[in-house]
Nanobody
């Protein structure tokens, strides 16, 4: 079972940037790729970005053009660069495999966008 540790969250003003990291104890991408998910209070967890082993990326419409998902295969680490952050981006962010079966979820990293 791959262990996942997310980091890099924090409090940022609207328009600001953050870079999230996800360190995995093994290959997180696998055959279907890895994903960044977020869950806001009272809402379901949603997939916002994904990347395949080959490096192909996909984004939810709400973050397209503002977020960038990258990975370092040698380090088993995936990153999420978040620019032009908006209050609606406030959520707990997680990484995992893009599709079922998921690994055990990490603790996530909190992103709060507020002035």
């Amino acid at each position: 079972q791959v262990q996942l540790v997310e980091s890099g969250g924090g409090l940022v003003q609207p328009g600001g940037s953050l870079r999230l990291s996800c360190a995995a104890s093994g290959n997180i991408c696998g055959a279907t790729g890895s994903g960044w998910f977020r869950q806001a209070p009272g809402k379901a967890r949603e997939l916002v970005a994904s990347i395949t082993y080959a490096g192909a990326t996909d984004y939810a419409e709400t973050v397209e053009g503002r977020f960038a998902n990258t990975r370092d295969i040698a380090k088993n680490t995936v990153y999420l660069q978040m620019n032009n952050l908006k209050p609606e981006d406030t959520a707990l962010y997680y990484c995992n495999r893009k599709l079922h079966p998921y690994y055990n979820w990490g603790q996530g990293t909190q992103v709060t966008v507020s002035s």
